[in-house]
């Protein structure tokens, strides 16, 4: 079973050539606050690209508020 009170969030990595998002990887958040930048291969374009870090929410680690 996931573990509740995980430092680690999942972020998206999005390919500077072709723009999408291929690859989820988990960042430790109070760890590495900058933007987390690897070369992975992109299938689009058949090369090996650099990946950034989405700025978008995915929508997998927000909490939502209980009603009360």
């Known amino acids: 079973m996931a573990k509740k ?7 998206g990595l ?3 050539a072709s723009g ?6 988990t960042k430790n958040t109070m760890n ?3 933007k987390l930048s690897l070369k ?3 299938p689009i374009t058949r090369r090996h690209e650099i990946y950034e870090e ?3 929410n995915l929508g997998r ?8």
């Open 5 to 11: 009170n995980t430092k680690r969030k999942l972020v």
């Open 14 to 16: 999005v390919s500077k």
């Open 20 to 25: 999408h998002r291929t690859y989820y990887t």
């Open 32 to 34: 590495t606050t900058e």
């Open 40 to 42: 992975k291969f992109d």
């Open 54 to 56: 989405t700025k978008k």
């Open 61 to 68: 680690n927000e909490v939502k508020a209980r009603k009360s």
